[in-house]
């Protein structure tokens, strides 16, 4: 049911921003050698490197932050295969650490710290920790801090592996880079005579069983009648609905009673700490603890400004590292710890104080749980009517009796064909939200007769039900309406054909050398057309056309050539060129084309290597099960 999707759009919706790609590896048109087969992959696992899998559940979550800034559904990634193309950066990113690990690539503490911190920074707002932007960031994430870590180590690893094989690749000369400043800027100067089709004559008359030949040759492309439909429309505006729900203060009792456990909180550790990305640094600091400083003091004695020291922050015992848990598993009140390494870094812990496991009380979540209820109600009273919306159209209740019951607008289009304009070139589709058009268009030619209308969303977030009024089947021009266009191209396509066999017989004379480009011109007293410095991009002067440009280029010095122009032939012949040397103008440009090779070459080896890893390493995917989630309608999209 369409509106199925409601019951959560406003309480929980897609997440919106992805902070940082996975490694962003999905190169278009890399082939992933036995990728996209199905192979052996297991029922939950879309997919299969190694011995190690991607389940449907993570991928899930990569995909929907990666559509976020589309604002695109699974479903229609699934359709268009940019669901299958994320999938595939996935694996290529899973292929750079298999490889680092085969490599013995380690990432250094320091390094790591250092790139949690540039995700981490951006996102910090004014009086937050960075461990409060943190717990935010995988909030709005959906992940855990160890799956966090994992990306990112994910990502630097890869970083180290790309930075060294593109390096290795950078043009060594400028010889390359010297020779396409050369191809650049080289321009031709060509001699040309025109021949007109139109002085072809004696061309006899087209026999109507050829004009017919002709039309049904050319009647699909250049003389269809579009199918034209037109619809009823009715709207369902979930912004229209006005009601004012309430909260009772029983209500909000009654759930925070069933749903205690979610207010729980465990036993807490209160920890005072610095974090250092030098190891050096945090036993310099816990040195001067020891002797009386305290460790405000302390980190501040050695960072200076780049202190990071939290004050009083609640940790979950049973949601902390493993290695700071285990520093103050003594639970000695007021200690300061030896430094502990953790992968955000080196952490000198003071603990404040221990919090016994404990449930928020009512007061101080009272609020959060009215604004749920209240979320809820809206979404709940929505989703009735959205129900018996359908239920009335697959009774075959009319739009009309339908308005009688539920708050609905109706109004009809007029003929349209399948882009959305009526027989006057004119938009049918005015009054209707532009974000809305295409979707109402593509309802409108997707209804069949005899058919119950449909329900469905459209991008603005309202609902429509469209019913066929009318249809105008798909028809041609008949052949006596256009009869006297079609003799006229038969007419100018002979004209250019025997044009060209002109053509063609001045080429053989040039060849065998039994006529020149001078004495062609006299015998049909014509003048000798010079066009100079045309240039290998950029406009071309006339009368060329841009389609004349790969032929004068690739013709040589001396040499002669037919071109096909607007309504007529030339005959050419490429009279000189030009190279220029590089002037202080040109050093501009010759930098951008050095820096442009430089890149290319980087990402041509890169290409060149995960090429190589998909060979190297078996990567297999479950495309049933790709299909089995995102290949059809779901309550989640």
């Not at 207010?263 to 700490?273: N, P």
């Not at 780049?306 to 290695?323: D, G, H, Q």
């Amino acid at each position: 049911m369409v509106m199925r999707s409601m019951r959560g759009g406003k309480i929980g919706g897609f997440l919106k921003y992805v902070i940082f790609g996975l490694l962003g590896m999905a190169v278009g048109g890399l082939v992933l050698s036995g990728s996209f087969s199905g192979g052996s992959v297991g029922g939950n696992d879309v997919a299969r490197i190694e011995e190690k899998t991607i389940t449907v559940r993570q991928f899930d979550l990569t995909l929907r932050r990666a559509l976020a800034r589309y604002n695109m559904s699974t479903q229609q990634a699934y359709k268009i295969g940019m669901a299958e193309d994320i999938l595939a950066g996935e694996i290529r990113a899973y292929f750079m650490q298999e490889e680092a690990g085969s490599l013995g690539i380690e990432i250094d503490q320091a390094q790591l710290a250092k790139r949690i911190g540039q995700v981490i920074a951006p996102h910090k707002q004014e009086g937050e920790t960075l461990q409060d932007a943190l717990e935010n960031i995988l909030r709005r994430q959906g992940m855990n801090e160890r799956d966090f870590i994992n990306g990112i180590k994910r990502e630097v690893s890869g970083d180290i592996i790309s930075t060294a094989i593109q390096t290795g690749f950078t043009p060594a000369t400028n010889l390359l880079a010297k020779d396409l400043y050369a191809f650049q800027k080289q321009t031709r100067d060509i001699d040309l005579i025109l021949f007109k089709d139109s002085e072809i004559t004696g061309i006899p008359e087209a026999q109507t069983e050829a004009l017919e030949r002709l039309y049904e040759s050319t009647k699909f492309a250049q003389y269809e009648i579009p199918e034209y439909r037109s619809v009823n429309i009715a709207i369902f505006d979930p912004e229209s609905i006005e009601i004012d729900f309430s909260v009772s203060e029983e209500e909000i009792e009654i759930f925070y009673d069933e749903n205690k456990q979610s207010f729980a909180v465990g036993e807490q550790f209160v920890l005072t700490q610095a974090i250092l990305d030098d190891e050096q640094k945090a036993n310099d600091i816990y040195a001067l603890v020891e002797k009386g400083t305290s460790l405000k003091d302390a980190t501040t004695q050695i960072m200076k400004d780049n202190a990071r020291y939290i004050e009083n922050i609640p940790f979950e015992t049973a949601m902390m590292l493993p290695a700071l848990a285990e520093s103050v598993k003594d639970r000695e009140i007021g200690k300061v710890m030896r430094p502990t390494k953790t992968t955000l870094g080196y952490h000198i812990i003071k603990l404040m104080k221990v919090l016994p496991p404990s449930t928020q009380p009512l007061a101080s979540v009272a609020t959060q749980i009215k604004k749920e209820l209240l979320e809820t109600k809206e979404s709940d009273h929505l989703y009735g009517i959205s129900t018996t919306f359908e239920e009335l159209l697959n009774d075959e209740v009319s739009f009309e009796n339908i308005a009688k019951e539920i708050d609905i607008s109706i109004s009809s289009i007029g003929l349209i064909d399948a882009t959305g304009v009526d027989k006057s070139d004119k938009s049918g589709l005015e009054t209707f939200d532009k974000t809305d058009k295409a979707a109402l268009v593509e309802m409108a030619f997707a209804l069949e007769e005899d058919t119950p209308p449909l329900l469905e969303e459209l991008p603005s977030g309202k609902f429509a039900s469209l019913s066929l009024l009318f249809k105008e089947d798909k028809t041609y021009k008949p052949f006596e309406s256009v009869r006297a266009e079609i003799s006229d191209k038969f007419m100018a396509d002979q004209k250019r054909i025997e044009n060209k066999k002109r053509m063609d017989k001045y080429l053989a004379e040039l060849d065998v050398k039994g006529s020149t480009f001078e004495s062609i011109a006299k015998d049909n007293n014509k003048k000798i057309k010079t066009v100079r410095a045309i240039k290998i991009e950029g406009d071309i002067p006339a009368p060329l056309v841009a389609s004349n440009r790969p032929m004068i280029f690739k013709t040589a010095l001396g040499d002669y050539q037919a071109l096909l122009l607007d309504g007529q032939y030339a005959l050419m012949k490429v009279a000189g060129y030009d190279i220029p040397k590089m002037d202080v103008s040109g050093e501009k440009a010759f930098a951008v084309i050095k820096e442009r090779l430089a890149s290319e070459a980087k990402e041509e080896a890169l290409l060149s290597y995960l090429h190589m890893l998909s060979k190297k390493y078996k990567a297999t995917i479950n495309g049933q099960l790709l299909a089995r989630v995102y290949g059809q309608q779901n309550d989640e999209n």
